[in-house]
């Protein structure tokens, strides 16, 4: 199949939404914690977060167009300057998925798709007791997209929870031992398995 | 374990760089190939393809910092405006892998990396022939990321190649059958295995 430019703006609206969503490949599924300055908690499903950095920790994420709704996720995150990232694994996808439902700006999801709002160490954002992986994260700036009126928001690693048996004494996470999930597109989801290890790069490159 | 941020700041060097590259989840493994404005081809593994749009089909992907070395698909990307995606499958990671090592700028990547270049619908910037899943894409603009000297690079899709039986009647691309792979950190390969399709939320809240 090949598809030109042309014939990707005359696809059918849900084809082509469905297609051009699953055309990047495997993306990770993560639920976002906020919580709004009147106290109310939301979770929504999110799964563009992409590493921006390790020195400093820097994780982003694109939030969709702002003009048709009311997007309370970024909303939250500019008041209160903090939100959660959290592992969606092979358990919790279903209640996961169901975080995009629009729900009323006064109803949590926590409470509608039945996940348990846990406060780490003081941390300011809910995080999810269900997910096995946590990040408290710090809103540090965002990046206005105009061309299609998305949004990148850019935070700091504040804290990480997570399983000892998850990380190696490299500190590589399995992902298969977490039983983190993926997306496809908008709507399907994947488990991954570790095919294997390479080596690092850089290491060869000192040999040579 | 817990780790505050004071905690991974003082990680050791590798420890951080691995558990901070592993901590968003699965990463999409994509190849990108350039041409040089001398006509020398470049490919490079990007683990942060990202999609930020389908109306107009926008894509992303981060450029690590520029001030250390020279990043060949960055400036390629600049002085030509097109560039190509493809996806990483489960019989060329190793590879994939290796277009991370730093060969001299007159080497192509392709063929040290053992890919065939193929260019296709005179499209300008080369595809990988070995990869199931091709993407032909435009630059558009890209994003500055002072913090820490980062770039997001935002392209537009122009064309897009790969196998009938990887898609279905409405548009999903199942990356099972592709044979599409994901990237934990920075040397770990994972096949992806598909669990389910769930609804699609727009429709369930149109049934509300």
Redesign the interface.
């Known amino acids: ?5 042309n014939d ?1 703006e005359n ?2 609206f ?17 639920l976002i914690g906020t919580i709004s300055d009147k106290g109310i908690t939301n979770l929504a499903i999110f ?14 994420m ?1 939030s969709r ?1 702002m003009k048709k709704v009311k997007r309370n996720t970024f909303s939250n995150i500019l008041k209160t300057q903090f939100y959660t ?1 959290n ?1 969606v694994n ?1 358990n919790i ?2 209640g996961a ?2 975080t ?3 729900y009323g700006k006064n109803i949590s999801e926590f409470k509608e798709c039945n996940f348990e709002e846990e406060y ?2 003081n941390f300011k954002a809910p995080f999810v007791r269900e997910s096995n ?1 946590k ?1 408290g994260m710090k809103y ?2 965002h ?1 206005d ?1 105009k ?2 009126n ?1 949004v ?1 928001i ?1 935070g ?9 048996s998850a ?2 004494s ?7 031992n977490s039983k ?3 997306i ?18 850089e290491n ?2 000192k040999k040579k």
């Not at 199949?1 to 430019?5: A, D, R």
Request: charged residues 15%; proline residues 4%.
């Open positions: 199949m090949y598809l030109s430019k990707i696809l059918e849900t084809f082509r939404i469905n297609i051009i969503n699953s055309i990047t490949g495997i993306k990770p599924a993560n799964s563009s977060v992409v590493h921006i950095g390790s020195n400093p920790a820097l994780i982003g694109f167009p990232i592992h092979e996808y279903e998925h169901k995009s439902i629009k780490l160490n992986i990040i540090v700036e990046k997209i061309i299609n998305t990148l850019i700091e690693v504040q804290n990480i929870t997570l399983p000892d990380v190696s490299t500190g590589y996470i399995n992902l298969e983190s999930t993926g496809s597109g908008c709507n399907t989801y994947y488990a991954v398995k570790k095919i294997k290890d390479l080596s690092y790069i060869e490159l």
